[in-house]
């Protein structure tokens, strides 16, 4: 069968980018042909928003006196790709994807099923300002009337507060009982599809990327040779704060930890270039290879840190979305990782992963692929 995955746009984020990939190797390794939807990125101003851009650039300078600095549409990108450059690599080394301009009525029309999922695919403010597309299209609006099965797998809402209007809760719920099968990542989101979307069957599956075993994540940084962290307490910080940078400071003087941070300041408009270029994907799973411990305010993060079996806290983060990490730790009765200040933190709790981990993993996992054995 040929298999078409609609998620959220790749660009530097690490979570994002290997839920997809874990989901196209699973579905691969039950005999699919895979291919993953991917939007053509490149930034392109009209022709009104370059001479607006130039006018402000022109009061500014040469009116008001001050320094300003025009920036053509081609050096936006080239600071872009410079960004994204080596989490493109590993996008197009291991993942099949197919880059289209955006989402219509004549996307992936040669597939004989397209997944849903995983990450905040069903987040408005996510899809639609990354796809530049309407919410009702997460839900398959663009494929109505095709003859192909439509699956929704650990799909997320991202927060457990409702962000749909009227008309998108009633179009969605519409298109929504269209799906052969549904399933969601948050315990929260099973209840949201009822109450809110009218779909009483929906179930909880695991994330993509806990489909795959450690092994297969060591055998991704083995096949790069990226070099040993530069230390063992791993800091994957999102949103950076005094306060956070004070815990993990804590942290390493009560437990004799050298940090490392193993990510750069993408978002932050004020750093250099230099300092904005996202490390190789394979470094950052390489950090959980050599963390005694983990700092971070990621979902993803956690994930990793239980499958690699590290000690690790994570500082809830309301803006992304906490529903989704309350969800993932109660599934492993890991809830006293998860803490909202600085002062919640324990330094004689160990943080550790528990050894029933393990067998609670394999359980959801063999639901998770019996799930997917529709596509079968």
Wanted: include cysteine.
């Amino acid at each position: 069968m040929k298999i078409g995955i609609l998620s959220l746009v790749f660009n530097t984020n690490y979570g994002g980018i290997l839920q997809a990939y874990a989901l196209q190797t699973i579905l691969e390794r039950m005999g699919h042909e895979v291919v993953v939807l991917d939007k053509d990125n490149i930034f392109h101003r009209s022709l009104v928003r370059i001479i607006l851009s130039f006018s402000r650039f022109f009061i500014k300078t040469k009116i008001l006196r001050q320094k300003a600095t025009f920036v053509t549409d081609k050096e936006i990108n080239r600071a872009k790709n410079e960004r994204e450059q080596f989490t493109r690599a590993f996008i197009n080394r291991y993942i099949h994807t197919r880059k289209v301009k955006g989402i219509t009525r004549d996307t992936l029309m040669d597939v004989d099923a397209i997944v849903v999922g995983s990450d905040q695919v069903w987040r408005p403010r996510y899809f639609k300002k990354q796809w530049k597309s309407e919410i009702e299209n997460a839900f398959l609006k663009f494929a109505e009337n095709r003859n192909i099965r439509r699956i929704a797998y650990a799909a997320s809402f991202g927060t457990d507060e409702w962000e749909y209007t009227e008309e998108e809760t009633n179009e969605c719920s519409r298109l929504l009982n269209t799906f052969d099968v549904v399933s969601v990542r948050e315990a929260s989101a099973v209840q949201i599809c009822k109450s809110k979307l009218g779909r009483s069957d929906v179930i909880l599956t695991l994330d993509p990327t806990l489909l795959l075993s450690k092994q297969d994540y060591i055998q991704l940084v083995d096949n790069s040779k990226v070099p040993n962290s530069p230390g063992n307490l791993m800091c994957y910080v999102l949103d950076q704060t005094d306060e956070i940078q004070k815990l993990i400071d804590r942290i390493a003087k009560e437990r004799d930890l050298t940090p490392f941070y193993s990510n750069s300041k993408i978002t932050d408009l004020s750093s250099p270039q230099s300092e904005r270029k996202q490390p190789p994907l394979e470094e950052w799973l390489r950090g959980f290879m050599d963390a005694e411990f983990v700092v971070t305010d990621s979902f993803h993060a956690c994930i990793f840190s239980i499958i690699f079996g590290k000690p690790f806290i994570v500082v809830g983060n309301k803006k992304r979305g906490v529903a989704r990490i309350d969800s993932l730790l109660s599934m492993f009765s890991m809830k006293a990782n998860l803490i909202v200040s600085s002062s919640d933190y324990n330094p004689l709790l160990t943080y550790g992963v528990s050894s029933d981990v393990g067998a609670i993993i394999e359980k959801w996992r063999k639901e998770s692929l019996d799930f997917l054995a529709i596509c079968e």
